[in-house]
Structure formats: C-alpha cells, structure tokens
C-alpha cells in the first residue's frame, strides 16, 4: 500500500435523462467497505501486502475512498484518497504536480487515472459484481521508487 499511486460515452437525449439515477446507482453499488481476498488477487511481486480493506463514502461530490492494509513488513497504513467522477482534472493534495481525473465507465464501474504534466502515471478501475457483493481493483502505475507495477485486488463487501 505505501508508495501506490492509487493511486468515459456519448448517449442520446432520451438516454441522458436516465444519466442521473444512473450514476446514483453505481455510486450506492460503490459505497461501503470492503475486505481484501487475499487468496483471489493478484498482487505485484513489490507490493506484497499481508491485508486491505477499503472504504468508499460520499461527501457532496465527492467520492472518498479509504485505504488500510498492513504492509509486507507488518506495519498498518492507511490513506484517504477523494474523487470527483466528472471527467475532469483535479489536484492530488499528497503528490505535488499530479492530477487525478475520475468518471463512470458503466453502471457498476469507477475509472481513475493519475497523471503527472501530460504522462499517465497510474490508472485504477473499481467494478462492483452485479450482485454487489464482490469489487475488483485492477490497478497499475509507478510507486514512490519509480517502479512499474500491475494488481488485480478482489474485495468481499462487508
């Protein structure tokens, strides 16, 4: 967990006026905690942490999610990350001369990338199971010592 940068559809008029409600669903489906399932991910050979559990609220428009795990060294760490899922560019407070850029990619889906001047340097998707009870994080990008990493992290909801 430490050092990870944790780091998109044209409708028609008749469509968008389900857009709303759309997206109030996929942001109640995202909403909760969640435990990571260890035995089910796929975890980067350098980012061998012993255990996650993960947290999305709603603070106005925000979308926080909420990291805590224990590292492979056996240390708890924990970080807040917050999400506007608009499309747009927002600055990341912990990262200096990063932006990160979130938005709905389907109904059970959350898309994030970070980037850094024009260069992505982490992209994140969330997808909730249909039936709710399953979210996998597919994950890659550059941590804090500039190494390139990819994971697959499945969490049960609680």
């Known amino acids: 967990m430490k050092g990870v940068v944790l780091v998109l559809l044209?409708?028609?008029?008749?469509?968008?006026?389900?857009?709303?409600?759309?997206?109030?669903?996929?942001?109640?489906?995202?909403?909760?905690?969640?435990?990571?399932?260890?035995?089910?991910s796929q975890r980067d050979e350098d980012h061998r942490f012993a255990g996650a559990t993960m947290r999305f609220e709603v603070d106005g428009e925000a979308l926080l999610l909420i990291l805590t795990g224990v590292n492979a060294a056996g240390n708890t760490v924990s970080s807040t990350t917050t999400y506007y899922p608009d499309g747009k560019e927002y600055p990341v407070e912990q990262v200096p001369g990063?932006?990160?850029?979130?938005?709905?990619?389907?109904?059970?889906?959350?898309d994030t990338k970070g980037k850094k001047g024009e260069?992505?340097?982490?992209?994140?998707?969330?997808?909730?199971?249909?039936d709710g009870q399953m979210l996998t994080a597919t994950?890659?990008?550059t941590d804090a010592r500039?190494?390139?990493?990819?994971?697959?992290i499945v969490f049960d909801r609680q």
């Open 98 to 110: 990063t932006v990160s850029i979130a938005e709905w990619v389907g109904p059970r889906t959350l």
């Open 10 to 40: 044209l409708a028609a008029p008749a469509a968008a006026a389900s857009q709303p409600a759309a997206r109030a669903s996929a942001v109640d489906g995202l909403v909760g905690a969640w435990t990571g399932n260890l035995s089910k």
């Open 146 to 152: 500039g190494r390139g990493f990819e994971q697959v």
């Open 139 to 141: 994950i890659w990008g």
């Open 119 to 130: 260069e992505l340097v982490g992209h994140g998707t969330y997808e909730v199971s249909a």
